[in-house]
């Protein structure tokens, strides 16, 4: 079985502020791919990353970080500096164990107040 | 990357009927998914497709729910006999492999009355 557990439900934060969206996943099997999604105000659901279990390396992109910690089980997701365009629902993922079916999270929703 | 097309953009429809929502992956991806997400939800997993077939789906896809690719470039689920509970946003997905990120279509808002 696999589970992904985003337990801020959502956060406010004022322009420029750096924030972290945390996201715990569950699964039994040692190869596994993990995934953010952006769902802005306008509904569709746009991919941002991907990682696999074996690379446990930080990704930067931009104003964007991701920080995956299989100890922790954890896979979660900065931005620096954030911006009125990020305010949107950031959904975690989980494909595990040969399955095809995409495992998401409930979403966090992200509002950056000017 | 290319889009995925889906129409329509929103359908209502009365309960019992039956309806069919169609997806253009425009690319040579091989893996589409059709996916709901229940108004203010997270997105649930419906279907996936390979090679014309199911290859696998949740138990929320039971009989009422039907895929195909009648013309090998749409995609399309059928829901034969609508609920209420159908009310939510459908999304096509398409990837190019079972670990590989997908990309989503713009959905198509489904309202049962």
């Known amino acids: 079985a696999q589970k992904v557990t985003q337990a801020q439900t959502e956060i406010s934060v004022v322009e420029k502020e750096d924030v972290t969206l945390d996201c715990v996943y569950e699964t039994r099997d040692t190869t596994y791919y993990l995934f953010w999604y952006k769902q802005p105000p306008s509904g569709e659901l746009v991919f941002l990353i991907r990682r696999n279990s074996f690379d446990e390396q930080n990704e930067i992109s931009g104003r964007y970080s991701w920080n995956f910690q299989k100890s922790t089980s954890s896979f979660n997701f900065t931005i620096t500096a954030s911006q009125v365009v990020d305010s949107a629902v950031y959904f975690c993922?989980?494909?595990?164990?040969?399955?095809?079916?995409?495992?998401f999270g409930t979403g966090t929703k992200l509002q950056v107040i000017p | 990357e290319p889009e995925v097309t889906q129409t329509p953009s929103h359908q209502v429809t009365q309960m019992g009927q039956e309806v069919i929502l169609r997806c253009v992956p425009i690319?040579?991806?091989?893996?589409f998914y059709w996916y709901r997400q229940i108004l203010g939800q997270k997105v649930e997993f419906l279907v996936s497709f390979y090679n014309n077939e199911i290859s696998e789906k949740s138990e929320i896809f039971d009989d009422q729910f039907s895929v195909e690719r009648p013309d090998g470039s749409n995609f399309t689920l059928k829901i034969r006999s609508t609920k209420l509970e159908d009310s939510a946003m459908y999304f096509c997905a398409r990837s190019r492999g079972v670990t590989y990120e997908q990309y989503f279509g713009p959905g198509t808002r489904l309202t049962v009355t």
């Open positions: 690319s040579n991806h091989l893996y």
């Open positions: 993922a989980l494909v595990s164990g040969g399955y095809q079916k995409v495992t």
